[in-house]
Each structure stands twice: as structure tokens, then as C-alpha cells.
């Protein structure tokens, strides 16, 4: 139950800041479009953890939780520097490009990975079903390599998934809830704790 709570708490940070962005921005976030963030991030992540519960099966001996300690450290240690490679994004991404929705525009996920605020495309300071969408696929980035980092030490699959969708969804109305409160834009950087976490849960996998 801990390491489910460590590795979902490693994943949502991004969600709450990200509504705090949009939260401060006065940029409505809808019901429904919570909902869809929280389950796209869940059905990510679960497929993750099954794909990573198939190979698992295959990998001999002690090598599935090596590989589970390895994958889980390097992203903890990438996330402690992941502003300064979300500022590289942004700095060379063209930001003046007039951005369609196409499914799987990768160049615009790439966007909004770097700047959340960016999925609101049609600037109605209004988050819809489909801007929510791109959003929960730029959110779950990390949780493909969690989930399967995770995965390959074992773990209880169903309770997470479903941790990951209450909490994620808990953390977007509350990140909104709270951005909403302040008076200057949000600019908070928190993707150094969800390293931390994932090195703790790394670290953790060999104890």
C-alpha cells in the first residue's frame, strides 16, 4: 500500500501543479475534464504496469529488480533536474506556431510538457474534453517508466490504478481550487519532489 501511495504521489505532482497553473491563470478547469485527465493518466499507467508485469515473467533471477531499482533511480534523478530541461523545450519548440488538433501531435504535447497552460488552444480560459486530453497525455510521460520500473519488482496493479485515478483527480480539483486563491501567476516547481519519491521507491525495490 505505501510503495502504491509513494509511486502514485510521484505521478500526480505534475497534475496539481499543472491545475495551479491553470488554477492562477483563471483558466477553468470543468468536471468532466478532471475526470478525463485522471482517467487517461490511470489507463497509461496501467498499461505500464501490465506490460511490465509480462516481462517480468521472462527476466531471470534478481534481474527484473536491478532493472526496477535502475529505471526508477535514473527518472527520480532526471526529475530533480526536469525544469531545466522543460526550459530547453521551451526555448526551442516554435512558440508562434498556430498548433490544429491532431491526434497525437507530438510536437504540441511537446508544448504543453513544457508549459501546461498551453492546451488551452483556443485561449477560452476554459480546459475542454479535448485540451484535457492532450494534457493528461503530456502529464503522463513519467508514468509509462514508473509504472513499468515499477512493475518489473512486483506490486498490487488493480489498487494502484485505482489510487491513481482518485488521488489524480483529487489533485487536479484541489491544484485548481488552490491556484485559483492566488493573486500572481503560479510558477512552482515541484518536479524535484516527485524525485525524490521515485528515488526513495527505487531504493525501497532492493531493501
Given amino acids: 500500500m505505501i510503495e502504491s501511495l509513494l509511486l502514485v504521489s510521484s505521478i500526480c505532482i505534475d497534475a496539481f501543479v499543472a ?34 508485469g509480462l516481462i517480468k515473467d521472462f527476466l531471470p533471477g534478481t534481474l527484473p529488480i536491478a532493472l526496477s ?16 530541461f522543460k526550459t530547453y523545450i521551451q526555448k526551442h519548440l516554435n512558440k508562434e506556431k498556430s498548433f490544429t488538433f491532431r491526434l497525437f501531435d507530438f510536437n504540441f504535447i511537446l508544448q504543453v510538457y513544457a508549459d501546461e497552460t498551453k492546451a488551452d488552444l483556443d485561449k ?16 503522463s510521460f513519467d508514468s509509462l517508466a514508473v ?49 525524490a519519491i521515485l528515488m526513495v521507491l527505487a531504493i525501497s525495490k532492493i531493501i
Fill in 69 to 84: 531499482f535502475s529505471i526508477l533511480m535514473i527518472l527520480g534523478i532526471y526529475r530533480l533536474f526536469e525544469s531545466l
Fill in 147 to 195: 509504472g513499468f520500473g515499477s512493475s518489473l519488482a512486483g506490486g498490487g496493479y488493480i489498487q494502484t490504478i485505482l489510487l491513481c485515478f482518485l488521488i489524480g483527480f483529487l489533485a487536479v480539483i484541489l491544484g485548481s481550487f488552490i491556484g485559483k486563491k492566488l493573486v500572481e501567476k503560479s510558477n512552482i516547481n515541484l518536479s524535484w519532489l516527485s524525485g
Fill in 19 to 52: 491545475s495551479m497553473a491553470y488554477g492562477s491563470n483563471k483558466i477553468k478547469i470543468p468536471i468532466i475534464s478532471s475526470i478525463v485527465i485522471s482517467i487517461v493518466g490511470s489507463i497509461i499507467l496501467g498499461i505500464s504496469l501490465f506490460v511490465g
Fill in 124 to 139: 477560452s480560459k476554459e480546459l475542454s474534453v479535448k485540451e484535457s486530453l492532450y494534457l493528461a497525455i503530456a502529464l
